[in-house]
């Protein structure tokens, strides 16, 4: 059968995926979705014993959304010959994604260093919990510890609350879109270089990334972020606000937006408050502000106000469930799903990439496979007969 492509973009590079659980499946499925030869090497079913976080329910719309677009082979790096196998594949392949802990590559002979020696050209791509050495490096490294570690849960929530995680796996997610982006960083230099390299992430490092302006706040001004719940903690008024019938967000910072604001809700007196003279002011007497504001708000609708706020250039927008989401006129209009029929013959749902390249965009063209799917073929193009590929299933290879 022919190989799966989904884009011209990246069509020329194979992918050898060996990677788990959301990290690193996440960052192949950007070089997937945009063309990419991706084969999903994992162990064959029951080798494993936490196969149930990453490949038990794989007809589930979160392993086919993650894992779509991929070949799938079972290849037990454990068993005599297996080695091999890798290394015939590493041999006409661009790029290796792993996330297994930092110490696993060197026992199985898969280090940057020996994939080099079979290939000069290989990129190795490294997921790790906390990096790749260091006094943490061996520790397991899971998103909800990682929000805690960098900072994200002590500035997520209420200062009544105590520290909440993010509804999100922010450490996860963006430790594969950065790792996604050396991967690619490194084929363009690799043009001019000639030379692979060996490309890592961690969750950890990502998540204090993602903290961003609230890092170097503290770095520079010595100015510690605290929780601030929906509100902005260096913009007012912004933040959540109550209408007749539920809850809308609003974003009035900036002196332009906070001049249109007052014209819009007619109330031309705050502009000469001293209270609310410019943006740190206001800030400091946003507990006032936001009072005034529930007072006017509370008189009409979501709509009205979200539509009077935005046809008078305030961003605004309404708070949605994940229903009302995939609802939204502007939501279908961007074509955030898609959908596919499975090989089971069920109809899956997926996000689609958040990236459009007009000429060479991202597509959808195949489900996530089944276990070692593609195990035979893969095989069958690194040049093993058939014969010898019935021989590494009787011998528990694949």
């Known amino acids: 059968m022919p190989k799966i492509q989904a884009s011209q973009a990246l069509a020329r590079f194979r992918v050898l995926d060996l990677s788990r659980v959301r990290a690193g499946p996440n ?47 079972t290849l037990n790096l454990k068993k005599p010959g297996a080695l091999e196998i890798l290394m015939r594949l590493v041999k006409d392949a661009d790029v290796v994604v792993e996330n297994w802990r930092p110490d696993v590559k060197k026992k199985l002979g898969v280090d940057y260093e020996a994939l080099a ?61 950065y790792t996604a982006l050396g991967i690619l960083t490194a084929l363009l230099e690799r043009e001019v270089s000639g030379r692979g390299q060996w490309v890592h992430a961690s969750l950890l490092h990502a998540q204090i ?62 502009l000469s408050d001293a209270e609310f003279a410019n943006e740190p002011l206001r ?29 008078a250039g305030v961003p605004a ?23 596919m029929m499975t090989n089971f013959g069920k109809q899956m749902h997926y996000i689609t990439q958040p990236v459009t390249l007009e000429r060479t965009p991202a597509t959808l063209v195949a489900p996530a496979p089944d276990w070692g799917e593609h195990t035979d073929e893969v095989l069958g193009e690194a040049g093993y007969s058939a014969e010898e590929i019935r ?3 009787a011998d528990a290879v694949v």
């Not at 100015?223 to 913009?235: E, W």
């Not at 400091?284 to 539509?307: G, S």
């Open 27 to 73: 960052c192949v499925r950007m070089l997937t979705d945009f063309g990419a030869d991706v084969i999903r090497i994992e162990p064959p079913a029951g080798v494993d014993p936490n196969e149930a976080m990453f490949a038990a329910n794989r007809r589930g719309g979160d392993f086919q959304n993650i894992n779509r677009n991929k070949r799938s082979m």
């Open 391 to 393: 021989q590494f299933h």
């Open 117 to 177: 020696a079979v290939n000069p050209r290989i990129i190795l791509a490294s997921i790790s919990g906390f990096g790749q050495d260091g006094p943490y490096a061996w520790r397991p490294g899971f998103d909800q510890i990682v929000q805690g570690m960098g900072d994200l849960m002590s500035v997520t929530g209420h200062a009544e609350s105590g520290p909440v995680r993010a509804g999100l796996a922010v450490a996860d997610m963006s430790a594969g879109l």
């Open 317 to 339: 927008g309404p708070v949605y469930s994940v229903p009302q989401m995939f609802e939204d006129p502007q939501v279908k209009h961007l074509g955030v799903t898609g959908s």
């Open 283 to 311: 800030v400091q007497h946003r507990e006032r502000l936001n009072a005034a504001l529930a007072l006017i708000f509370a008189n009409n609708t979501v709509n009205h106000w979200v539509d009077a706020l935005n046809e």
């Open 209 to 270: 990334a993602m903290m961003d302006f609230q890092g170097a706040r503290y770095l520079n001004d010595q100015d510690i972020p605290v929780q601030v719940g929906n509100n902005h903690p260096t913009s007012s008024p912004m933040g959540l606000f109550e209408a007749s019938d539920g809850v809308f967000n609003l974003g009035a910072s900036g002196e332009g937006n906070w001049v249109r604001l007052c014209q819009l809700l007619e109330q031309p007196d705050w």
